[in-house]
């Protein structure tokens, strides 16, 4: 992971829930703690938009938030569809 913040999560806000910590205890993902909601949510503290999208993290990231854009579009009728840009 990419992560050079010089700040960290200290207090979880209500709802969510710790799902990655790096080596030395910082928190590095959340997510809901309701997972049956259909609304993607989903808070990171590095930066997948800087990393290579064939890395294991950020790839599956980008996936997973494209995917949920595309349900979106589907579910509400949207004419416009996301451009997904290499």
């Known amino acids: 992971i990419n992560s050079h ?3 960290a999560i200290d207090k979880l806000g209500k709802g969510l ?10 928190v590095e993902v959340m997510e ?5 909601d259909a609304e993607f949510f989903v808070l990171v503290q590095w930066h997948p938009e800087r990393m290579d999208v064939t890395n294991p993290f ?3 990231l ?8 595309e349900e979106y579009n589907r579910y509400a009728n949207l004419t416009q569809s996301i451009i997904s840009i290499p």
């Open 17 to 26: 829930i710790v799902t990655a910590l790096s080596e030395d205890g910082i």
């Open 5 to 7: 913040h010089h700040q």
């Open 58 to 60: 950020s790839g599956k």
């Open 62 to 69: 980008r996936e997973a938030f494209f995917k949920a854009c």
């Open 32 to 36: 809901k703690d309701k997972k049956h």
